[in-house]
Each structure stands twice: as C-alpha cells, then as structure tokens.
C-alpha cells in the first residue's frame, strides 16, 4: 500500500512537470513561429527545455516591454526572486518558473548566464541610450547567454564541446539580437524611447550608420555558422534554420534605406519562412551544410 502511494505520488509529479513544459510550449508557438519553426526541426529530446528557456526569458521580457500598468521595477524583482527560489528548491507554483528550473538543474546552467540575462532586462528598466560599453553588455546579457543556455543543453553534458562552442554560440545570439534592433528601432524609439546601438542619432540615422552596423552584424553571422556545423546532429538542423531565417531578415533589411527601417517594422511573412524550412531541410539531409 505504501509502495502504490509512493508510485502515486511520482505519476503526479510527472503530470505536473509535463503540463509546466506544455505551458512554455505554448507561450513559444503564441509569440514566436520562427522559434517554433526551429525548435521543431531539433531532435526530438530536445523540444521541451529548449522550450522552457524561451517561455523564461520571454516572459522576463513581457515584464519591461508590456506591462506598463504595473510597477515593473518590483515585478522583475519578484521575478527573480522566484526564479533562484525555484532553482533551489526544484519546484515553483509558477508553471514557466518550473519547467526552467527542471532544465538549469538538470543541465546545470550557470547561475551567472541566469544573473545576466536578468541584469539585462534590469537595465531596459534603467536606461535609454546605451554607450559602447553598456550596449555590449546588454547584447551578451539579452541574447548571448540565452544562447550559451541553449548550448548547455545540446552539448548533454559534454563540456569540452561545450567549451569549443561558447564563442560562436555568442555570436549567433548576438547577431540575433542585432538584427532585432534594426527591426524594431521605430518601436524601439517611438513606444519605449529606447536607442541600443550607441553613438546613433535616430533622427539621423544614415547610410554610412546603417551600413556599419550591418558590417558587425555580418561578422557576428559568419563567426555564427562556423559553430554551427560543428553542432551535434540532432541540433544541428534547428539552429541552422534559425539561422537562415535572421540572415534572410537581415539581408531583406540590408536592401532598405535608412528611412525605411525607421518607417516600419521588416518581416518575412510567414509563407516565405516555411519556404526557408523546407529549403534547410533538404540541405541539410544532402549534408550541403
């Protein structure tokens, strides 16, 4: 009797944890489909804690985008609060918090890629032009460390690859979010009154401006693709598709004006992204990577 309690008690626990994972799979498909475009093309056991990093970090970045009603300032810090009492204590009530902390437990994610992601959103809430110094901070705390998260994950364990990896996984996040700045730099000045890339004048923002940025971002890319075909095979083929799709916004980006790129926010429509897909995939089954 106490056996089929105990047994019990772990199905339980198991339907729990499951039903976290399904919640940050389902703020991943609601917010981004070209995430979940990539993430589905990974294999298969690494679906739900890449999952996991991104209900995490998405729903942070709610928290200093969004939520304008609120005190933001004490909504992060409950937030991480909760996200170091969840990792010590290897449950949370809070779905997204519990499903991340499965994930940093068990793949042992550095507590200090978690400090700096969440300092990064911290200073979303403290600052509105970034120098040098404070932009390449932000981009490694926004973006690089979630990819090095990531990393931890695909490489199992293994930390010499791991190791062989952390640079260009960095530069894969950093290209990312580069890319999102130029996107979003209307919404960016306009809604939030942000300006990241330091030095820029955003009421005169030109072509020789726009094209050297576009030159570190192209270095950040090519840097990117020599870690990922040194990736294991089973993520291989999803990061690379992420990949593809940003360099395609990228270079969609690269063709506009300035004015343009202040104007409106650049996409790839949906329809062209599942062209991407299928293209990836035959390239990489013909091992072209």
């Known amino acids: 009797m106490q056996t ?6 772990i199905l339980l ?17 609601r917010y981004s ?3 979940t475009l990539g993430i589905k093309t990974l294999d298969k056991k690494f679906h739900l804690p890449i999952y996991a990093i991104y209900g995490f970090v998405r729903y942070a970045d709610e928290i200093v985008d969004t939520f304008h009603q609120h005190d933001k300032q004490s909504l992060l810090a409950r937030f991480k609060a909760d996200t170091y009492q969840a990792i010590a204590e290897k449950i949370s009530l809070n779905p997204v ?9 068990e793949y042992h994610i550095e507590h200090d890629l978690i400090e700096a992601f969440l300092h990064s959103m ?4 403290q600052f509105k032009d970034y120098n040098q110094v404070g932009y390449q901070e932000y981009i490694y705390g926004s973006a690089e460390v979630v990819g090095l998260m990531c990393l931890r994950v695909f490489c199992e364990g293994n930390t010499e690859m791991y ?15 580069k890319v999102n700045f130029l996107r979003d730099m209307k919404s960016d000045y306009q809604e939030r009154g942000r300006t990241y890339f330091p030095h820029i004048d955003f009421n005169n923002f030109g072509a020789d401006a726009k094209q ?18 040194r990736l294991p095979s089973g993520a291989k083929l999803g990061v690379y598709l992420a990949y593809v799709y940003y360099l395609k916004l990228f270079q969609k980006i690269k063709k506009l004006p300035p004015a343009k790129i202040l104007g409106e926010r650049v996409r790839v429509p949906d329809s062209r992204k599942m062209t991407l897909l299928l293209q990836t995939y ?3 089954r013909l091992n072209y990577l």
């Open 282 to 284: 035959f390239k990489y």
């Open 122 to 125: 911290e200073m979303d809430l």
């Open 33 to 35: 489909t070209s995430f």
């Open 163 to 177: 190791e062989s990896l952390k640079a260009p996984a960095r530069s894969l996040g950093a290209a990312f979010q």
């Open 97 to 105: 918090l519990h499903a991340f902390q499965i994930i940093v437990n």
């Open 212 to 229: 050297a940025i576009e030159a570190d971002i192209q270095k950040d890319f090519d840097d990117a693709y020599e870690g990922i075909i």
């Open 4 to 9: 089929a309690r105990f047994i019990y008690k």
């Open 13 to 29: 626990m198991e339907l729990y944890d499951t039903t976290t994972f399904e919640c940050s799979k389902l703020i991943t498909q």
